[in-house]
Structures are given as C-alpha cells and as structure tokens.
Nanobody, 124 residues
C-alpha cells in the first residue's frame, strides 16, 4: 500500500503563487509516475499535471500550461506543484495521485493511489 499526503494549500490573491507538496510513504518502490488533479465544487476531477519516474517527462492540462510546474525529488519520495499567476478559476481541492506502471497519464482511472487533497482558494 502507498500513502500520499498533500500539503501547501491555502488562500492566495489572484496573480500570486503557491507550491504544493505530496509526500509518499509505504511501498514507494512500486510508484512509477505521479500526477496532480483538482476538483472544484460541482465539477468533475480535472487533470492538472503528471510526471514520469525520472522526471524527464512532464504533461500539463491546457488550463495550467505555462503557469504550473510539476517536479519530483525521488530521494524524498515527494512530488511538487509550483503554481504561478494563480486565477480565481484555479480554486479547487488539489489531489496527488500515483501509478504503479511506467508512463505518466492524464486520466483519473489510470492512477492507483490518491491523497486526501488540499484546498487552494484564489481570491479576486
């Protein structure tokens, strides 16, 4: 089993920045790629970013491309999401997810483990 714990969420003004962290524990040797998703009230969970095991391949949702950056530190079993130029529409609960198989993916169904989420609120 793998446990994922997100941190770093909070309230920020539009145009500001936040960095989310996701620490993995448990059978972390089974994790190959990780991703971030978000869910706003009344909406489906949306892909934000994903990163492969080595960190060499990254993918972003269209709405966050050029503003968000995903990275990972395998020595700490931690993945990060740096969010710049935040907008009110970025307000959501942000979830960290991990896959047991090689290759970063962009859909909810392709991830095996999920964190509890961290709230990000962007005020206008």
């Amino acid at each position: 089993q793998v446990q994922l714990v997100e941190s770093g969420g909070g309230l920020v003004q539009a145009g500001g920045s936040l960095r989310l962290s996701c620490a993995a524990s448990g059978r972390t040797f089974s994790i190959y790629s990780m991703g971030w998703f978000r869910q706003a009230p009344g909406k489906e969970r949306e892909f934000v970013a994903a990163i492969g095991w080595s960190g060499g391949s990254t993918y972003y949702g269209d709405s966050v491309k050029d503003r968000f950056t995903i990275s990972r530190d395998n020595t700490k079993n931690t993945v990060y999401l740096l969010m710049n130029s935040l907008k009110p529409e970025d307000t959501a609960v942000y979830y960290c997810a991990a896959r047991r198989t090689i290759g970063a993916r962009t859909t909810v169904a392709e991830y095996d483990y999920w964190g509890q989420g961290t709230q990000v609120t962007v005020s206008s």
